[in-house]
Structure formats: C-alpha cells, structure tokens
C-alpha cells in the first residue's frame, strides 16, 4: 500500500513542489527535485511532493536526473516515471530529438507530466526552450530564450543558450513526421 494512501485531512492533499511552473497548462509543468536536492532534501518533502502530483492528476514524471535518485520513491507512492539523463547540450541532436519526442508523444497522448532536474536552471530552461523551437511554437531561438525566462522567471545562462542552439540545430523535415508501424516501439516505458 503506498504511503499516500495513509494520510489523513490536508496532509492528504500533498505540498506544491518546489519551483513548480507550467510550460503547456494543465499538460506539461516543470519543477526542482521533488523533496529538493542536495543538503535540502528532505524525505517527508519528497513524499508530500509527489502525493501532490497524484492529486493533482500527474500521469507521470519525467526525471532528467543523471543518476537514479527519487525513481524508486515514485515506484513506492505507485507514480509513474520517466528517466531521461540529461548533461546538457553535449547529449547532442540525436538526444534532443528522442527526448523532445518522448514529451511531444506523452502530452499529445493526453499524459499530464512533469519535469524536473535536481534544480530548475539552465539545463531544464534551455531544455524547454528548445523544445518550444523544436516544436516550432516558437521557432525564432532567441525569442523562446525570452519567453521561457518570462515565463519561469529566471535567466537562461549559458549552458542552456547552448542547449537552444542543439534544438535549433535538429533535422526539422524528420521531427514531425508519424511515426511507421513498423519501426520499434518508442523508448518511453508508458507503464500506469
């Protein structure tokens, strides 16, 4: 029985975790690590962050994490995941791509997710950035680094101007195309 089930009244309902910010309302949101990262995490935290993702309908996160941290509290408090690592813009094209297919195919699909790093900076800006350029919402680079720093109020350092640029870069007459019925099957474990 998971441990959410156990809880009684407000402590029921969960905390908002961290940093939490939508990039497509109601479909796509970004966070810091849930119960913090480093010498601020905290395990009741992480417990009430992702309760609060269950009540607030999450069908999965998707942890961009380089090593495995959190995946087995999700598997515990029965959340579905994702574990994508993510270095940053050395990851390359062929990365980008499968990881910005992985979100396009989840949020197409009706899947609520949610992202998150061990903090919210230039690796998840910049990663949100390319995604609104490979997606083509926003396709003019340097206008997705200022919508993504109003939208998340933080600045886009860097590393993630460099993650951008990769997005910027991606085989744009590939991205779009439906995937073949015989191809392999995609990379995301769509587990409940």
Known sequence: MASS??????????IQPRHFMWVLRGQFAVCER???YGDAHRRVRRQEEIIWTKVNGFDRILSLIPNTSNLHNYDEEDMAWVHRPFRGPEDGEKFLNHLYSDINMLTTQGFKILVHREELGDHV????AGYLVWTEMVPDQPKAIVAV?????????????EIVAVAGR???ESVHKP??????????DLRD
């Open 170 to 172: 991606i085989d744009r």
């Open 125 to 128: 800006t910049g990663l949100i």
């Open 5 to 14: 089930q156990k809880l009684k009244g407000k402590w029921a309902l969960g």
């Open 179 to 188: 995937a073949k019925e015989t191809e392999a099957e995609p990379e995301i």
């Open 149 to 161: 720093e109003q939208l998340l109020q933080r600045p886009i350092g860097p590393v993630g101007r």
């Open 34 to 36: 849930l119960g913090g």
